[in-house]
Antibody, heavy 121, light 111 residues
Framework: EVQLLESGGDLVQPGGSLRLSCVASGFTFSNYAMSWVRQAPGKGLEWVSVIAGNGANTYYADSVKGRFTISRDNSNNTLHLQMNSLRAEDTALYYC??????????????WGQGTLVPVSS | QSALTQPRSVSESPGQSVTISCTGT?????????VSWYQHHPGKAPQLMIYDVNNRPSGVPDRFSGSKSGNTASLTISGLQAEDEADYYCCSYVGRNTLGVFGGGTKLTVL
């Protein structure tokens, strides 16, 4: 059974930094793209970032480009999202998701329960 | 990249069928056969219901089906059940080296 467990969400002040993690189990982690998707309060889903299974390719939403960095540790089945220069509009529930292939940017068949990131002073 | 356009809400009675539309452009939905649909019950993990326009992942009931015509993709749910009440999001591939784009989401109410 695929399991994705996010952690790291916490209250942070504007301009601050936070690192989210997602520990995966139940599948061969390095064979699949992974993604972070967020949902702001009262809003819809938004892709934040995607990383290919081998880590060779990464993609970011324009809203986070230059501030967020996605990475993965395939030896420890862990996905990370380093978030710097956080803004109030980054406040959201952040989901970790598993892709259906090495490089997909639209097909994610398993999702975690999410970790909450409130950005406020 | 602009979000895909979905109706904000739809409603139908149990046992009936409902179709949710997702309108894009010739650069996304109209060009690529890479449209996915996600079901999201608030507070829970989203679930992939349809991928590549009309394919169902294992475990998704065949009451859920997808299609596409021109720039508009559609999700049809037949034999509506109470547990189908959720938010539904479409998503399309928009090209190499970039993320996909979601629709704004449709809230399905089963009356």
């Amino acid at each position: 059974e695929v399991q994705l467990l996010e952690s790291g969400g916490d209250l942070v002040q504007p301009g601050g930094s936070l690192r989210l993690s997602c520990v995966a189990s139940g599948f061969t982690f390095s064979n699949y793209a992974m993604s972070w998707v967020r949902q702001a309060p009262g809003k819809g889903l938004e892709w934040v970032s995607v990383i290919a299974g081998n880590g060779a390719n990464t993609y970011y939403a324009d809203s986070v480009k230059g501030r967020f960095t996605i990475s993965r540790d395939n030896s420890n089945n862990t996905l990370h999202l380093q978030m710097n220069s956080l803004r109030a509009e980054d406040t959201a529930l952040y989901y970790c998701a598993k892709g259906m292939s090495m490089t997909t940017v639209t097909k994610y068949d398993s999702w975690g329960q999410g970790t909450l990131v409130p950005v406020s002073s | 990249q602009s979000a895909l356009t979905q109706p904000r809400s739809v409603s139908e009675s149990p046992g009936q069928s409902v179709t949710i539309s997702c309108t894009g452009t010739t650069s996304d939905v109209g060009y690529y056969n890479y449209v996915s649909w996600y079901q999201h019950h608030p507070g829970k993990a989203p679930q992939l219901m349809i991928y590549d326009v009309n394919n169902r992942p294992s475990g998704v009931p065949d009451r859920f089906s997808g299609s596409k015509s021109g720039n508009t993709a559609s999700l049809t749910i037949s034999g509506l059940q109470a547990e189908d009440e959720a938010d539904y999001y479409c998503c399309s591939y928009v090209g190499r080296n970039t993320l996909g784009v979601f629709g704004g989401g449709t809230k399905l109410t089963v009356l």
